[in-house]
Nanobody
Framework: QGQLVESGGGSVQPGGSLRLSCSASRNIFSGSIMGWFRQAPGKQRELVADITTRGTTNYDSSVKGRFTISRDNAKNTVYLQMNSLKPEDTAVYYC?????????WGQGTQVTVSS
C-alpha cells in the first residue's frame, strides 16, 4: 500500500489532452513492467497500455495512436500522455507495477471527458 503515487487526472473536453504520472520506489520500478489500467462505472478494469523495463510498449486498440506510455528510469516514474480524448475514455485510471513476485496498484485517478 502506498507504493505507487499517481497524479494528473482531471476533467477535459473531448479532443483535449491530459498527462498522468505515477512514481514508485526504485526497487519496485526498476524490476517492473509498468502499466496503466482503467475502470469505467459498471465495467471491468482493463489494460490501457504497458511498458517493459526495456521500453517495449503495448496498447489497447481503443487508445492506439492517441495515448503514449513512457517511463523515466532516472525518476522512477511512468507517464501516460493522453491526446484526442473521447467521452468513452472517462474512467478511473490505475497505475500498476508488475514484477516476478509482486503486483502493486496505485490509488487511482479520475479522468472525465465531457463537454
Amino acid at each position: 500500500q502506498g507504493q505507487l503515487v499517481e497524479s494528473g487526472g482531471g476533467s477535459v473536453q473531448p479532443g483535449g489532452s491530459l498527462r498522468l504520472s505515477c512514481s514508485a520506489s526504485r526497487n519496485i520500478f526498476s524490476g517492473s513492467i509498468m502499466g496503466w489500467f482503467r475502470q469505467a462505472p459498471g465495467k471491468q478494469r482493463e489494460l490501457v497500455a504497458d511498458i517493459t523495463t526495456r521500453g517495449t510498449t503495448n496498447y489497447d486498440s481503443s487508445v492506439k495512436g492517441r495515448f503514449t506510455i513512457s517511463r523515466d528510469n532516472a525518476k522512477n516514474t511512468v507517464y501516460l500522455q493522453m491526446n484526442s480524448l473521447k467521452p468513452e475514455d472517462t474512467a478511473v485510471y490505475y497505475c500498476n507495477a508488475r514484477g516476478s513476485i509482486w503486483n502493486h496498484w496505485g490509488q487511482g485517478t479520475q479522468v472525465t471527458v465531457s463537454s
